[in-house]
């Protein structure tokens, strides 16, 4: 056990603004005789220790401060240092050699511990390690905190909300997908942390009297199995604190119901939230890319006396939470900010899984294995299933593979030719005589782009170009209904009725709102409907289950990690620590500073161990 403090991430508390006493789970056999840990007790960021240049880089795992220097890089400027900022991650501007004409993209050596945290496009690592802490770019000040890639929609809130600051408190934080189908070299970032952080539990000394605590919870974002878990798990915690349960309130319909009058707060006692978590969706609503001011907040939760503050939410939800809890520093308030991390995609950096995965999974095979039946009905039948994914292809991946029957995989990280594609898809009918093929809604957006960007140039020059999208009237669309910004076009949301402007009529089994349309995303499952059935079958069906996925109840594993989750949150809360998010990292329950795991969205690495298993079960090839 390290003794070091240098070697633990730090995790931000306010202990000096609060008073230690000790913890009314004492009395109650130790907590009913589970005991208590310490601010001793660590949890090992990394577990694998890789020596062969060929070995597999998982996505999830991270180098950390106990490894031998990357080669070209001292040991001394690749440690993590007193002089950086502890929990936040450092990238090494050498840390990944860019592709050369001796080493492409595809045959490069990989240094035994450099480990993808995310992997992005070459044109933009330069300009993401300068803005990174503690590396010095031609527009950073000395001491000035940069923006990391991946933030989107809650830029900056990550770095410390200037006064008046409006951030975005739904989605995942970032507004579109990483440019990953344009077949050029990607580029894995990689980033240097301390080799442990502190386990989550509960602690023998306590900085809060609970029966004096006012708490609230809010839950931003899209609606996610597990969610009424959650919140009925922190409740029941609160009242073994001792909390009255009149002081724990439920705000309405994300962070908008600490600023808009009109959301009244709930009072959430144990009989209000008793049963809820055998039902889907959430009881205190959603809130997704709803522009929110913290000062105002801040002023809302101060004038509520409210002492923790519960935020479920993605990667955007986390961004919110971490700008208040920079603007309750500067303000010195005490009250504390724990996050609990809600994602079908499972997009969080150096986290296990977030809940509501598990679920995801589970109910997309429902999904899949009703495609299967829709194709293998038609004489050479293809049916094309989108699911959540627009930066993270992990739902896509694992729902395929737990299916069985997925035949082509298509996500975000991976590029591929639509000729290639297509002559791929052409030799599974020819085989079999259907098809399925399971997409992420953000894959494919560079073809898209190009694509559009043809239709563009022809419409300008005067001429028509074949997309491969078809009006009412089988005339191809403009190059705007492929951005989608035109009425009826792809970018149409609900507001707008059909998403992508054409009467698709029995073609589409699950109606939906276009997910990639509302974030700036051009439906590739949407395209590929068209564009197959005019050029390879006319048989050729999109099926969309996002809504019946998000709103499913949670299966017993999420019921199981929910409830766990939502008791270390609070007794993360009890026990001072703020800004803090609460999950498993190498199967252990422990605390991380937002900011780690809000640089980025975490992402499939192409090359690895999960991804070719995937494409050996079904025989995908190279697709580029």
């Given at each position: 056990m390290p003794s070091d403090t240098s070697d633990v991430l730090d995790c931000p508390h306010i202990r000096d603004l609060l008073t230690a006493q000790v913890s009314p789970l004492v009395a109650h056999d130790n907590d009913w005789g589970g005991g208590f840990e310490s601010d001793s007790e660590r949890v090992a960021l990394n577990t694998l220790?890789?020596?062969?240049?060929?070995?597999?880089?998982?996505?999830?795992?991270?180098?950390?401060?106990?490894?031998?220097?990357?080669?070209?890089?001292?040991?001394?400027?690749?440690?993590?240092?007193?002089?950086?900022?502890?929990?936040?991650?450092?990238?090494?501007?050498?840390?990944?050699?860019?592709?050369?004409?001796?080493?492409?993209?595809?045959?490069?050596?990989?240094?035994?511990v450099t480990v993808a945290a995310a992997v992005v496009p070459l044109q933009s690592v330069k300009e993401d390690l300068q803005q990174q802490d503690g590396v010095a770019g031609p527009n950073t000040q000395p001491g000035q905190s940069g923006a990391a890639r991946g933030s989107g929609s809650g830029q900056g809130a990550g770095n410390g909300a200037a006064a008046g600051a409006i951030i975005s408190e739904g989605g995942d934080g970032q507004q579109g997908s990483p440019d990953h189908s344009d077949g050029q070299g990607l580029r894995r970032v990689c980033i240097s942390l301390p080799a442990y952080t502190l386990r989550a539990g509960p602690r023998h000394t306590v900085y809060f009297d609970g029966r004096k605590v006012n708490a609230a919870i809010v839950v931003t974002g899209r609606i996610c199995p597990g969610t009424n878990d959650v919140v009925q798990g922190i409740v029941h915690r609160l009242v073994n604190y001792g909390v009255a349960a009149t002081s724990i309130l439920g705000v309405m319909h994300g962070l908008q119901g600490l600023t808009n009058r009109g959301c009244k707060p709930k009072i959430l006692t144990p009989r209000d939230v008793e049963g809820i978590h055998l039902k889907g969706g959430s009881i205190l609503g959603m809130s997704q890319n709803q522009p929110v001011c913290i000062p105002k907040v801040v002023d809302r939760l101060a004038l509520w006396e409210v002492d923790m503050l519960f935020v479920v939410g993605g990667r955007g939800g986390f961004h919110s939470a971490e700008a208040i809890k920079r603007e309750?520093?500067?303000?010195?308030?005490?009250?504390?900010?724990?996050?609990?991390?809600?994602?079908?995609?499972?997009?969080?950096?150096?986290?296990?899984?977030?809940?509501?995965?598990?679920?995801?999974?589970?109910?997309?095979?429902?999904?899949?294995?009703?495609?299967?039946?829709?194709?293998?009905?038609?004489?050479?039948?293809?049916?094309?299933?989108?699911?959540?994914?627009?930066?993270?292809?992990?739902?896509?991946?694992?729902?395929?593979?737990?299916?069985?029957?997925v035949d082509v995989c298509l996500v975000p990280e991976v590029p591929f030719s639509l000729e290639k594609l297509k002559h791929h898809i052409k030799a599974v009918l020819d085989r079999q005589g259907h098809a399925v093929v399971c997409v992420a809604d953000g894959a494919g957006q560079a073809l898209m782009a190009r694509m559009a960007a043809q239709a563009e140039a022809a419409a300008a020059a005067g001429r028509e170009v074949e997309t491969g999208w078809a009006g009412p009237g089988g005339d191809s669309l403009r190059g705007d209904s492929l951005r989608g910004d035109a009425p009826g076009g792809a970018g149409q949301g609900a507001q707008g009725g059909d998403s992508s402007g054409v009467d698709r009529g029995e073609s589409r089994l699950h109606g939906t709102v276009d997910k990639g349309a509302a974030h700036g995303q051009r439906g590739l499952g949407l395209f590929l409907e068209h564009h197959l059935s005019r050029t390879l079958t006319?048989?050729?069906?999109?099926?969309?289950?996002?809504?019946?996925?998000?709103?499913?109840?949670?299966?017993?594993?999420?019921?199981?990690?929910?409830?766990?989750?939502?008791?270390?949150?609070?007794?993360?809360?009890?026990?001072?620590?703020?800004?803090?998010?609460?999950?498993?990292?190498?199967?252990?329950?422990?605390?991380?500073?937002?900011?780690?795991?809000?640089?980025?969205?975490?992402?499939?690495?192409?090359?690895?161990?999960?991804?070719?298993?995937?494409?050996?079960?079904?025989?995908q090839p190279v697709l580029i």
């Open positions: 220790r890789l020596a062969a240049s060929q070995s597999e880089i998982h996505s999830n795992e991270l180098s950390t401060s106990d490894s031998p220097p990357h080669d070209g890089a001292s040991a001394e400027s690749d440690q993590w240092r007193p002089d950086m900022p502890k929990g936040v991650f450092t990238p090494h501007p050498q840390a990944a050699p860019a592709p050369s004409d001796n080493h492409p993209p595809s045959s490069r050596p990989t240094q035994s309750l520093a500067a303000r010195k308030h005490p009250c504390v900010v724990v996050a609990i991390p809600k994602s079908i995609e499972n997009g969080f950096l150096l986290l296990d899984k977030s809940f509501g995965f598990d679920s995801a999974v589970q109910e997309s095979q429902r999904s899949l294995l009703a495609a299967k039946v829709v194709a293998s009905s038609c004489l050479n039948g293809l049916s094309i299933v989108t699911l959540s994914g627009r930066n993270s292809g992990f739902l896509v991946m694992q729902a395929s593979l737990a299916s069985g029957v006319p048989h050729t069906f999109h099926i969309d289950p996002t809504v019946s996925i998000c709103t499913v109840q949670s299966d017993s594993r999420d019921h199981i990690y929910s409830k766990n989750l939502a008791s270390s949150a609070v007794d993360a809360a009890f026990a001072g620590f703020t800004g803090v998010a609460v999950s498993t990292i190498n199967t252990r329950y422990a605390l991380t500073p937002i900011p780690v795991i809000t640089q980025a969205a975490r992402t499939i690495d192409p090359r690895g161990k999960a991804w070719n298993r995937l494409r050996t079960a079904i025989g």
